[in-house]
């Protein structure tokens, strides 16, 4: 096991740096970040030259992508153009979002894999074919539409939740955009986990233990559910950097200031310090989230094993 986890934290390396070197390279053609510093009035030839020489842009890219990689090692994410520190913009925004995206996972995994098991386990039938059909509505339907009709009875004419979101961002203010941040995923994990569980329902080792004359609720939690919950392991893994950098629609519409909003904020006013410090931290949670469901495997199938 310590070998094979070297080994991935070893493959990370070039993953890495490849990701974080597109970023850099896709941020930079963007367009000219120093016109964006001086408001409707184009800046005048010294003006420009002064802020590129201040903010380093006046090199090459390779060059500033080398000093950029060299500050990320020593934790130093740079400087935004308003004067803030990076690494403050992440400190504030950062933990909003990781419990934005607690409260999505919670949904997805609740409620998600339970309806997943009960349709699984009752294929055919008309519980299965209305979840089936509620999740295919919720998929078709994209999220601002979600969050928007949400925010309206429930904020707005019903008073149920505040239609916008504290700065602090408590967890009992996050329930609703949690909710419509996990929408679509809490669907997609439904169908994952239903379509597992009716082909593993044919499995040997499943058959197994029916004939064994174990009880129904240890054959489906203990020899059933584990394996089939492989495949939704990978997707609920691979969906945590996905809602923590897709957030940006839901931040938006309830008004919280986490990591979706300071990425806005940097593409709306060309901030690229902004923008490539915080897509490279989404980049490590990718790589993190991967690394721990690789390891999960092990767990749910232990026929599963790391060299």
């Not at 005048?44 to 090459?60: C, I, M, S």
């Not at 349709?119 to 209305?130: A, E, F, N």
């Not at 329902?201 to 240890?218: I, N």
Request: glycine share 8%; net charge positive.
């Amino acid at each position: 096991m310590g070998q094979y986890v070297l080994r991935r934290l070893l493959q990370m390396i070039p993953v890495f740096l490849g990701a974080t070197l597109l970023i850099f390279l896709m941020v930079n053609v963007m367009g000219d970040p120093v016109a964006g510093l001086c408001g409707d009035k184009a800046c005048d030839a010294a003006t420009a030259a002064r802020l590129k020489a201040e903010f380093g842009l006046d090199r090459p890219v390779w060059q500033q992508y080398l000093t950029y990689m060299g500050n990320v090692f020593t934790g130093d994410f740079g400087t935004a153009f308003n004067g803030q520190e990076v690494t403050a913009l992440m400190a504030a925004s950062f933990p909003v979002t990781a419990r934005l995206t607690l409260v999505a996972i919670v949904f997805e995994v609740v409620l998600g894999v339970t309806l997943g098991v009960l349709t699984g386990l009752r294929r055919g039938r008309p519980v299965d074919t209305g979840v089936l059909m509620l999740s295919l509505v919720v998929i078709s339907v994209p999220t601002f539409v979600t969050g928007l009709l949400l925010q309206l009875l429930l904020g707005v004419q019903w008073h149920w939740i505040t239609p916008s979101v504290s700065m602090a961002a408590p967890y009992d203010e996050l329930i609703v955009p949690g909710f419509v941040l996990a929408s679509v995923s809490l669907a997609y994990v439904t169908r994952l986990t239903r379509t597992s569980i009716a082909e593993n329902r044919r499995a040997d080792h499943v058959r197994t233990a029916v004939a064994k004359g174990l009880p129904r609720r240890r054959v489906i939690v203990r020899h059933l559910l584990r394996t089939s919950l492989i495949p939704v392991v990978t997707f609920i893994g691979s969906d945590i950097g996905a809602l923590m950098g897709g957030a940006i629609v839901t931040e938006r519409i309830f008004n919280i200031h986490g990591v979706g909003f300071q990425l806005y904020q940097g593409i709306l006013r060309q901030n690229t310090q902004t923008v490539v410090g915080f897509v490279t931290v989404l980049v490590l949670v990718f790589l993190a989230a991967n690394l721990l469901v690789d390891l999960l495997y092990a767990v749910l199938d232990p026929r599963i094993r790391y060299a």
